[in-house]
């Protein structure tokens, strides 16, 4: 079994202050994270992805994340927030054994003020 | 490259009618999903396909139907429409590279049952 809880639903931050979105997951077998992004009215797409290789992921636009094993977590940081990083963020977990399936987290909406 | 294409984009429909949510893509991906996106709930899988001919359900698969006669093609059908099928539905193709290819997500269909 798996499963991801991102932490904040909501998270407001100034332009130019750090990002933080939390995310915990749970998995049977080692498994493989992402992080997407929903800009409104819009698909899915990929900031980082995490396969068992350096814990520490850089992605897209500035974005990186950290696989802590111990902690369960793979949190999604940004040193400097962006007026367009405004957004909703999605956790996935998958893994050997789950199939093709993968485990969506709720959504974190980031809100981003001048 | 288009990518994932949906079509309609948005939709209307009253209780007990049928419809069919198109999706194509055009990189030869073996693997492709549907999924419905509600506030606060995140993406649910709704049904699978692993290459043509193959289909498999997904976490919430009650009251949709699918086939995959080409790789290209995986439409979605609503055989009677219900105002609980009220959402967001993506389409997402996948590579080869299993588990730890990233999905490639439509710009979604909006669709309201009254």
């Known amino acids: 079994a798996q499963s991801v809880t991102q932490l904040d639903s909501h998270v407001s931050v100034s332009e130019g202050t750090p990002v933080l979105l939390r995310c915990n997951y749970s998995?049977?077998?080692?498994?493989?994270l992402f992080w997407y992004v929903q800009h409104p009215n819009k698909g899915l797409q990929l900031l980082l992805k995490?396969?068992?290789?350096?814990?520490l992921v850089k992605g897209i636009n500035g974005f990186e994340a950290e696989f802590k094993k111990s902690e369960t977590s793979f949190h999604l940081t940004k040193p400097s927030a962006h007026m367009s990083d405004a957004a909703e963020y999605f956790c996935v977990v998958t893994s050997q054994g789950s199939g093709y399936a993968l485990n969506f987290g709720k959504g974190t909406s980031l809100l981003v003020t001048p | 490259n288009a990518g994932v294409t949906q079509t309609p984009k948005f939709q209307v429909l009253k209780t007990g009618q049928s419809m069919t949510l198109q999706c194509a893509q055009d990189m030869n991906h073996e693997y492709m999903s549907w999924y419905r996106q509600d506030p606060g709930m995140g993406l649910r899988l709704i049904h699978y396909s692993v290459g043509a001919g193959i289909t498999d359900q997904g976490e919430v698969p009650n009251g949709y139907n699918v086939s995959r006669s080409t790789t290209e093609d995986f439409p979605l059908r609503l055989l009677s429409a219900a105002p609980s099928q009220t959402s967001v539905y993506f389409c997402a193709s996948r590579g080869t590279g299993g588990l730890n290819s990233p999905l490639h997500f439509g710009n979604g269909t909006r669709l309201t049952v009254t």
């Open positions: 998995s049977s077998y080692s498994p493989s």
């Open positions: 995490y396969t068992s290789a350096a814990t």
